[in-house]
């Protein structure tokens, strides 16, 4: 019998317990993706009034707008770095404008790691979230030591900038060494799949 | 904070990754080479470091022997920080090379040694006049096209650089070189005078292609010599570290 899984509430919940610039790695199921959403994006960082850098190797950003709109969710805050559309569709149709910028490919991690810090950079709000979705996603497309740098590298970064850094685990697409590698990084878990204790 | 002996005072290009790398800056009243294949950044770099130094309150001085400067200006990243009141003010100068060569009639496509001396000098008073504190001149590789020999060239460089630091003045030569190149410079003098040495490339990774920049050399201070990433962004020029891990270049 698996355990319930969290609830938007109290992913948001268990992020506002956390100090400020804090890493967490989020690992969810797939079954609660909207959940996590919500919890992040809404109940958590546009209730601060953070900006949001929604790094995306999963679905793309306009997919993710998409499901804001679908749950109501205010996307003024959200800025997307969109690493999967542009090997999906192309330059010439996928959507790049204020609130998206495209990365070619999600093997350019170097070309993430430089739009994510244009976006802080560019950012007038005091705090800000970067949500990393998922870190299952870019390790289709990169072997885990260059991962595990970009991981280290990232972060840090982030914490000197006062940014939370949320990844997004996958446990029904995940493996050890990815778990391993994203909890050496991080300050903090939030279990908020199936797998979750307690 | 006070410097320690034996350190120098920098002089903050505000390209907070380079001044990152050069551990605070470039080391005041050095010359730097700052070079590369084509469209890889230099004068976007270049151009960023005098705005910032303006910006600081430090009197700038562009010279462009490639391009002109109207056309320059009318082309560059739409910087947020740049604003025109900076070139209004007198802050950040503009001047074009072609028109410095017809003022001293030095129309020839090949400069005596005399005359070499008479464009050092030229060069040197104007900065002095302007109090001028950060100089980039674009590109030098195009003055070096006068001056022909490796001889003269040392001689230009050297005399040039000497006026300028006893100015105060630090200064970015801006070097082209082809793409495939192996020296840092094209007449392979330039980078053994210059006082430091900052590399932009393209590179290439399994299809991808990156931007880098890599500081070879910078007396007077230690440095990273690790290959960085870089974009060039309404924000100035980002960097971060080349990712390593697994690849195979
Ligand atoms: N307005 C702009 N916005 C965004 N990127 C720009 C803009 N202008 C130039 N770039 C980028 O900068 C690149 C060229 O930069 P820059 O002119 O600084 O290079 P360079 O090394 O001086 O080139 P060259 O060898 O032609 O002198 C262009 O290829 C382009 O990608
Ligand atoms: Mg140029």
Known sequence: ?198 | MPLKPGDRERCATGVEGLDTILYGGIPRTNTVLLTGSCGTGKTSLALEFLIHGAIRGENSLFISVTENSEKLLANIIPYRFFDRTLVRSGRLVFVDMPIMYERLGLTKPDLSMEEIDLLVSALASLAKELGSKRLVIDSITSVCYKLKTSEKIRDFILKLSKALSDLGCTSILVGEVPADSTSYSSFGVEEAIADGIVLMANMERRGDLLRTLQVIKMRGTMHSRAKYVLDLTPMGVLLVPLLKGGSTQ
Not at chain 1, 166 to 193: Q, Y
């Open chain 1, 1 to 198: 019998m698996s355990p319930e899984l969290a609830s938007a509430q109290q992913i948001a919940d268990e992020l506002l317990e956390m100090p400020e610039a804090s890493a967490v790695s989020l690992q969810m199921s797939v079954d609660n993706y909207l959940d996590v959403i919500r919890g992040v994006v809404d109940l958590f960082a546009n209730k601060k009034k953070m900006d949001t850098i929604y790094v995306t190797a999963t679905i793309s950003s306009e997919a993710i707008k998409r499901v804001l709109e679908a749950l109501d969710i205010d996307s003024e805050r959200v800025f997307f770095v969109d690493c999967i559309s542009h090997i999906m569709m192309g330059a010439s149709t996928a959507a790049q404008d204020e609130k998206t910028t495209l990365v070619e490919s999600p093997t350019m991690l170097e070309n993430l790691m430089l739009k994510v810090e244009y976006l802080i950079r560019r950012s007038q709000s005091e705090g800000k979230v970067v949500v990393i979705d998922s870190i299952n996603s870019l390790a289709i497309h990169n072997n885990n030591w260059i991962l595990s740098e970009l991981l280290h590298i990232l972060v840090s970064g982030l914490r000197s900038r006062d940014a939370y850094t949320v990844i997004l685990t996958v446990e029904e697409h995940s493996t050890p060494d990815i778990s391993n590698m994203v909890n050496l990084v991080c300050d903090h878990g939030i279990h908020a799949g199936k797998l979750r204790e307690g």
